[in-house]
């Protein structure tokens, strides 16, 4: 219910913004999406005007849905921001289609509070070696920077530390274990 | 004042927690495992001696898995010299070999004269003596196995090099880097953190070793000398450096530096102190280790997919792959007569450590009871592989000889053993 309504938020705010970032490899441009919405919120001016000299009501419905749609979305976003892990395969480093909505909300957090900063912390699974499992849990890191850049968040708010397998969340020795280990913490330093 | 002795204490009290010591267990020795007979050394002062010599080097020597020593019960006589072994005496309990010695006192310290007899030939293979202070009897010990093993195997002994090791409490919020002898005796801690403590790595010297310590939030590769402490903070740069790797001669410091989640090996001058990026790739690349010439490196590189061992030649940045079989090799070691590669090998769901021969390209899975393993070392005398494997929800070290004939662990009584490196021959 909730993600239904964060996604068509997500869907009309960001959606435009999400396919031109990913398609970069850098970051997102700051000023670029800044632009958009001044650009929207001088249509949307324009429009007013206009429709005023129309005498139309189609305006003030679009108005006040605009609204709503707001406050939907920062509930939506609070409960999906709860969910701060992120897990991946085994030796991968894609983020799953499930942690997509969360690390969204999460993105449009961290754009609309600019002073906000986290780190992720990268993590692998015991198996296989130190040095190479530091490097995964960094690429797993980096994977999550890149999704919350193409959403929003700029690149000044976002540090990848990776510890690789020294620190696990569960000490057991099987796939359940190890499932919970390979991960992403987003650990907010401000809010 | 107080307080910082008090802080000492409770880092003094946390380091001893996670302390390890280790022991010996031969698990598979050689079929062909030699009979020695070790015969307790004679000692004619008035105290005990602070450390039992002969039965060292019978603990030394049994647990190389290279001999089958006689338990000291089973004997009839025990001579201190040459003159008094009876051959027929041994070759009736079928032993091949006889140790015998005496100890003196010379000054402040000891004398230990050995003699080392063939019961076959029926002659004395060789006469010793070595002389040392009181605190370096199990140094003395040490001495004669390598002479004996030296002599009886043709290989170098390797039971005067030191290990050095990561243990980690279970909770993961301590961990110490060690330094012992290779038989795990003498355990020292050298550092202690709150933070990881990963990839500690020899100078080819032995006065120091590299490591890599997340003590600032962030990895950075430290040198820190033996004999004094002393520590330096080499490498820090702007993301994740980490993965040192001294070469050979000693000039050159191999490391990973990544930056935006791009893993590239690095070489660190260390007379100029001038880094060079040697690989530039998109995929990890990591754990590189130099060969014996100084000028190629083996690394671990997931350009392929998953990750695969790769040699490097640092004088044009030419890369080969070397590891075809399986989809998981990785922290590659190379034997210092250039023949063996030493790496881990996933075989199904399972890490082993396997061996290649260099030459015809075969492959040898050389660990089979232990799970998990990880972080190979070779001994300097390119003989056996020390390495981290998981056992009954705890992490120990155990070692393999390179032909996979020869296996002992050296579990510890507390908390997880990791990583361990083995020095040079000093």
Same mark, same amino acid.
């Given at each position: ?11 009309l ?11 970069s ?7 670029? *999406?800044?632009?958009?919405?001044a650009s929207?919120?001088?249509?949307t %001016? ?10 139309t009501?189609a ?9 709503s749609l707001?406050?939907?979305?920062s509930?939506?976003e609070a *409960?999906?921001?709860?969910q701060?892990?992120f897990?991946?395969?085994?030796d ?7 942690? %997509? ?6 993105? *449009? ?25 530091l490097?995964?849990g ?9 999704y ?5 968040a700029? *690149? ?10 020294e ?5 057991g ?16 330093q401000?809010? | ?7 000492f ?10 302390r ?5 267990e031969?698990?598979?020795g ?22 039992d010599?002969?039965?060292?080097v019978?603990n ?15 004997? #009839? ?5 040459a ?5 027929s005496?041994w ?5 091949d070999?006889?140790? /015998?010695?005496n100890?003196?006192r ?15 030939q ?7 003596r ?12 040490h001495?004669i196995?390598?002479? /004996? ?5 043709g290989?170098p002994g ?24 290779a038989?795990?005796a003498r355990?020292?801690?050298?550092? $202690? $953190? ?10 080819p ?12 939030g ?15 903070l080499?490498?820090?740069m702007?993301?994740?450096?980490s ?12 490391f990973?530096?990544s930056y935006?989640?791009?893993p ?8 100029t ?29 997931s350009r392929?997919?998953?990750?695969? #061992?790769?040699?490097?030649d ?7 792959r070397?590891t ?15 023949r ?14 396997? $061996? ?8 040898? /899975?050389?660990?089979?009871d232990?799970?998990?393993?990880e972080?190979p070392?070779v001994?300097?005398n390119?003989s056996?592989?020390?390495y981290a ?12 000889s ?7 662990r050296?579990p510890?009584k507390?908390?997880d ?7 040079p #021959?000093?």
């Amino acid at each position: 219910m909730q993600k239904n309504a964060l996604y068509k938020a997500l869907g009309l705010t960001l959606g435009a913004l999400l396919v031109t970032a990913c398609s970069s490899t850098g970051e997102v441009n700051e000023g670029e *999406a800044s632009n958009t919405t001044a650009s929207a919120q001088s249509q949307t %001016k324009t429009t007013n005007g206009s429709a005023s000299s129309n005498g139309t009501t189609a305006v003030d419905t679009s108005a006040v849905s605009g609204e709503s749609l707001k406050s939907e979305m920062s509930q939506a976003e609070a *409960a999906l921001m709860e969910q701060t892990v992120f897990y991946f395969d085994f030796d991968q480093s894609t983020i799953k289609s499930d942690s %997509k909505a969360a690390l969204m909300a999460h993105a *449009a957090y961290l754009k609309s509070h600019s002073s906000a900063r986290v780190v992720l912390e990268g993590h692998a699974d015991e198996r296989g070696t130190v040095e190479y499992n530091l490097a995964l849990g960094e690429r797993r890191g980096m994977a999550v920077r890149r999704y919350l850049l193409a959403n929003g968040a700029s *690149a000044s708010q976002l540090e990848v530390v990776s510890f690789g397998e020294e620190r696990p969340a569960v000490m057991g020795h099987n796939e359940s274990s190890y499932a919970k280990n390979r991960r992403v913490e987003i650990k907010y330093q401000s809010r | 004042m107080v307080t910082r002795w008090l802080g000492f204490v409770a880092l003094m009290v946390v380091a001893l927690a996670a302390r390890a010591e280790l022991v010996i267990e031969v698990t598979q020795g050689k079929q062909s495992a030699i009979p020695v007979a070790v015969v307790p050394f004679a000692w004619a002062g008035p105290d005990a001696l602070p450390e039992d010599v002969s039965g060292i080097v019978a603990n030394d020597l049994g647990g190389s898995g290279y001999f089958r020593v006689m338990p000291e019960s089973n004997m #009839i006589t025990k001579p201190a010299t040459a003159d008094e072994v009876v051959y027929s005496e041994w070759s009736n309990l079928r032993q091949d070999f006889v140790v /015998v010695g005496n100890i003196s006192r010379d000054g402040d310290g000891y004398a230990v004269e050995f003699h080392v007899m063939d019961v076959h030939q029926k002659v004395e293979l060789l006469r010793h003596r070595v002389k040392g202070k009181g605190t370096q009897l199990r140094d003395i010990a040490h001495y004669i196995s390598d002479f /004996v093993f030296k002599k009886l195997t043709g290989i170098p002994g390797v039971f005067s090099t030191k290990l050095v090791y990561v243990t980690t409490n279970r909770d993961r919020t301590r961990f110490n880097l060690n330094y012992a002898d290779a038989d795990g005796a003498r355990e020292q801690l050298i550092f $202690s $953190s709150d933070q990881p403590i990963i990839s500690p790595a020899w100078a080819p010297d032995g006065k120091k070793v590299a490591y890599v310590s997340f003590e600032t939030g962030r990895t950075a590769i430290y040198f820190q000398e033996l004999a004094t402490g002393k520590r330096e903070l080499v490498l820090k740069m702007k993301g994740s450096t980490s993965a040192p790797a001294f070469s050979p001669d000693g000039t050159k410091l191999a490391f990973v530096h990544s930056y935006l989640g791009n893993p590239d090996i690095y070489v660190l001058d260390l007379n100029t102190r001038k880094t060079e990026r040697l690989t530039n790739h998109y995929a990890i690349d990591t754990e590189p280790q130099w060969m014996a010439d100084n000028r190629h490196l083996v690394f671990t590189s997931s350009r392929a997919g998953g990750p695969q #061992i790769y040699q490097l030649d640092t004088s044009n940045k030419a890369v080969k792959r070397m590891t075809y079989e399986g989809n998981y090799n990785a922290r590659a070691r190379v034997t210092d007569d250039g023949r063996k590669l030493i790496y881990v090998h996933r075989s199904g769901e399972s890490f082993h450590i396997a $061996s290649q021969d260099l030459r015809t390209g075969m492959v040898q /899975v050389l660990t089979s009871d232990t799970d998990l393993d990880e972080s190979p070392s070779v001994a300097p005398n390119g003989s056996m592989v020390i390495y981290a494997a998981s056992e009954a929800d705890r992490s120990i070290l155990a070692a393999v000889s390179v032909d996979g004939d020869v296996k002992f662990r050296l579990p510890s009584k507390y908390g997880d053993v990791r990583e361990p490196a083995w020095s040079p #021959i000093f």
